[in-house]
Structure formats: C-alpha cells, structure tokens
C-alpha cells in the first residue's frame, strides 16, 4: 500500500521531471530564435553587400 509520504514524493519527483523538460524546451526555443537572428542578420549583411552602388545612391 501506498503511503501519504512515498505518494508525496513520487509526486514532487514527477513535478521536478516535468519542470526539467520545460525548461530544457524553452532553452531550445531560445537558442533556435538566436540562431534564426544570427542567420537572418547576416543574410541582410550579404545582402547588402551584394547591392550595386548605383542603387543605394538616393
């Protein structure tokens, strides 16, 4: 039989499990919006780079 004590602590283990797997989703999330605005700044690095002068004259 299932103690109060043995339930409570199958219970915190599940909450801090949980709480691992969130924290490691949103440290993928965050590192996926870094590398997505790394890559997108040096698109528009390159981009501009590759314009012709003529244009940018304005």
């Known amino acids: 039989m299932v103690t109060g004590k043995r339930l409570a602590d199958m219970g915190y283990r599940a909450f801090s499990a949980s709480m691992m ?26 981009a501009a780079e ?3 002068p003529e244009m940018m004259k304005d």
């Open 21 to 46: 797997l969130l924290t490691l989703y949103g440290g993928y999330l965050c590192s996926m919006r870094a590398y997505r605005y790394m890559q997108r700044q040096k698109e528009l690095k390159m």
């Open 50 to 52: 590759n314009q012709d």
